[in-house]
Nanobody, 121 residues
């Protein structure tokens, strides 16, 4: 069982930055690929970014390419650095883990509880 806990969300002005963190409790990420999804009010949950378990590759959704950076920090933590934030980035951000490739919600084995990010104009 992998338990994921997100933190770092909040309210920020457009153009600002935030860093989200996802920490596992009880065990390390090990061979799990880790990713971030987001869900805006009234919309479906969508893929944001993922990092392979061995950090050999990362992948980003087109709307966040060049602005967001996903990274590992030791065996138990993954960060999502979000720069140049836009109002359309407002959503609940979820950490996800899977033994497989993480780019769609059905591919996720474990979810965190989510953290709210609100970007004001």
């Amino acid at each position: 069982q992998v338990q994921l806990v997100e933190s770092g969300g909040g309210l920020v002005q457009a153009g600002g930055s935030l860093r989200l963190s996802c920490v596992t409790s009880g065990r390390s990420f090990g061979l799990y690929n880790v990713g971030w999804f987001r869900q805006a009010s009234g919309k479906e949950r969508e893929f944001v970014a993922t990092i392979r378990w061995d950090e050999s590759s990362t992948r980003y959704a087109d709307p966040v390419k060049g602005r967001f950076i996903i990274s590992r920090d030791g065996a138990n933590t993954v960060h999502l650095r979000m720069n140049s934030l836009k109002p359309e980035d407002t959503a609940v951000y979820y950490c996800a883990a899977s033994r497989g490739v993480i780019t769609t919600t059905p591919s996720v084995d474990y979810w965190g509880q989510g953290t709210q990010v609100t970007v004001s104009t």
